[in-house]
């Protein structure tokens, strides 16, 4: 099975994961806490998330910690941010259009 | 690269929002979607030319335009209607391959209008998401280069802001 930053994003409560996990390291029962859904539940999502190369689990005594690793989320940023620009460019174009079509569109109504 | 601010604000943004207001009636404003006379007015920046502008505007319809820079350049777009709601609302996919040429995200642009005193707030919100198994069968064969178009399309843009 193919892991990527997509994936890992794709289900809601991956996205709690790392938002959480984005202000400092947790230990695995602290996140489960936040979360009604069962604690394997939990571990499995944890489980994709390291397999997505987005948490890693480093282990500290009988603790399990795990780490947001969120510098392959740029990846998404950047083609978003890309995304952005390309849309805001043609709306630019597309405000002069309907400035140019309503001008014209005066224009003949007033010889009528 | 993203600061680590950004991060913590929200580290799994997957989608964009842009809200445009026009000076000009709604119906209008969606018709620049959909009639195709008037999205090549607008499609390709200032000094661009749409040789191929083909848009089946109905839901399962779709939208093929190559704009073509000033230099010669071509640019592909094309995606697929997935909603119209004349004068209201249009959806429509489209896809971003990987290095390799696959799919490999779905992105749901949604296109909203809403008009007050005569003047349209046009809103689009882009969603991006992981593509499904299904999905790639159904774009098989498509031409779905979007962040190819987007590239070349920043690199035009470029050279003709200096």
Known sequence: MRRDVFQAIADPNRRVILSMLATGKLN??????????????????????????LVSITKKGRERYCEAKLDKLSEIWDWLNQYKK??????????QALKEIQAKNKKDGNKK | MGTKSNL??????????????????????FKMWTDPELVEKWWGPKDFKNPV????????????????APDGLMIPTSGVFT?????????????????????????INTVTFTEENGKTTMTLNALA???????????EGMNVGWNQSIDRFAYVLTGINH
Do not use: Y
């Open chain 2, 53 to 68: 502008c083909e848009l089946d505007a109905r839901v399962g319809g779709t939208m093929r335009i190559v704009m073509q």
């Open chain 2, 83 to 107: 909603e119209l709601l004349e004068p209201e609302r249009i959806v429509f996919k489209n896809f971003k391959e990987d290095d390799d040429g696959n799919a490999q995200l779905e992105v």
């Open chain 2, 8 to 29: 913590v604000d929200n580290p799994v943004r997957q989608e964009v929002n842009i809200t445009r207001i026009f000076d000009a009636p709604r119906e209008l404003v």
């Open chain 1, 86 to 95: 390309f849309w805001e460019g043609k709306f630019d174009a597309m405000e």
């Open chain 2, 129 to 139: 998401v992981r593509i499904t198994p299904e999905a790639c069968a159904s774009i």
């Open chain 1, 28 to 53: 695995v029962n602290q996140v489960a806490d936040q979360f009604d859904i069962t604690r394997s539940a939990v571990s499995q999502h944890m489980k994709i998330l390291t397999e997505c190369g």
